[in-house]
């Protein structure tokens, strides 16, 4: 078992899913996403390489093929994985990784990697928000919205698998919550233990 931690962060469209790993990326040391890979295109203001790395259906199947992807899922059309090399390089430097994944993605994770992740769903305050906060949030079309909306009930069906549930209502209070995860993990005894050792000279 590797000594960095693993959080799998999953959500319907619209949760606030993105903001919130973002808050949390930006907030502590040592936490950091493993760049996605997918076949959709870029959005304006997406950087290849920083946002996702953007790449081609032929070479998304070359990779599913020969094992490069720890999960793999179509979301919305569109394909997307978590790098094997990419998220296995980020933990053995001991780095703290947030997976921003889908549900198929995480139900993955937690078949091959058991022990590792701490799953945490995002949910919205109702569906109701959910459409809303996609609207306002302006990259979608009607059409595109409707088909998030009806990926979301789908997605919510299986928040109760996982381990940790915020529901996002309040942004500030969701942050807070989301923050004592991650800092009651980096409490746990496998995470201090060499230092406590270090420090007061234990075996
Ligand atoms: P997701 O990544 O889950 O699809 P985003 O993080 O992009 O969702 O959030 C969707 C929209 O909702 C954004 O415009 C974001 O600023 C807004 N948002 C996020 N959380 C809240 C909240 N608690 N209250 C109100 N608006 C929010
Ligand atoms: P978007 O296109 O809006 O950036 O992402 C659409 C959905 O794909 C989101 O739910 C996001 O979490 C999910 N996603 C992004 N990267 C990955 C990935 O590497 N694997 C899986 N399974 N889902 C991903």
Redesign the pocket.
């Known amino acids: 078992m590797s000594r960095a931690s693993l959080f799998i962060v999953s959500?319907p469209?619209?949760?606030?899913?993105?903001?919130l790993s973002n808050m949390a990326v930006d907030h502590f040391d040592g936490l950091e996403f493993s760049v996605s890979y997918t076949t959709r295109d870029p959005r304006e203001g997406e950087t290849d390489g920083v946002h996702y790395n953007f790449i081609d259906k032929a070479r998304f199947d070359e990779m599913a093929s020969s094992g490069g992807f720890v999960e793999y899922a179509s979301v919305h059309g569109n394909n997307y994985g978590t790098g094997r090399s990419d998220l296995m390089a980020l933990l053995d430097a001991g780095t703290d990784v947030l997976l921003d994944i889908d549900v198929q993605g995480a139900e993955q994770i937690r078949a091959s990697m058991e022990g590792e992740g701490i799953f945490i769903f995002?949910l919205p305050p109702s569906i109701y928000e959910c459409g809303a906060?996609?609207k306002?949030?302006g990259l979608d079309d009607d059409e595109a919205i409707e088909m998030r909306l009806k990926g979301a009930v789908a997605e919510i069906s299986k928040c109760l698998d996982y381990e940790f549930i915020i529901i996002?209502?309040?942004?500030k209070e969701?942050f807070e919550r989301l923050k004592s995860i991650v800092l009651a993990e980096r409490t746990r005894r496998r995470r201090v233990e060499s230092k406590v050792k270090e420090i007061f000279n234990l075996s």
């Open positions: 959500a469209s619209g949760a606030g899913k993105s903001t995002i906060r996609l306002k949030r996002n209502d309040d942004l969701s």
